[in-house]
């Protein structure tokens, strides 16, 4: 079987990933990155301690979209200063 491959933008501290990741091993599935891209350097220390299987890659809008890989899935956090004390 292939891994489910999967890219993950604005990734944060990586809490949709794990969700993920987890919910497809329960399933029997494995699964890969082939993409992380976060801007945030305190949640980038976060994820390279947490994941450090793949580097993180910074902003999106800087990757040139013939240098993503083939994916399943597209993950992406949403904007969460509106609920965190640190803004």
Request: glycine letters at 10%; hydrophobic letters at 40%.
């Amino acid at each position: 079987m292939e891994k489910i491959k999967f890219i993950d933008l604005f990734a944060g501290i990586g809490g949709i990933r794990c969700g993920f990741e987890n919910a497809f091993r329960k399933a029997g599935y494995e699964t890969q990155c082939v993409l992380t891209s976060e801007i945030k350097p305190y949640a980038v220390k976060v994820l390279n301690a947490n994941h450090p299987d793949g580097p993180v890659s910074g902003d999106i809008t800087k990757i040139a979209a013939s240098d993503i890989k083939d994916f399943d899935f597209l993950l992406a956090g949403f904007p969460c200063q509106a609920y965190t004390i640190v803004n």
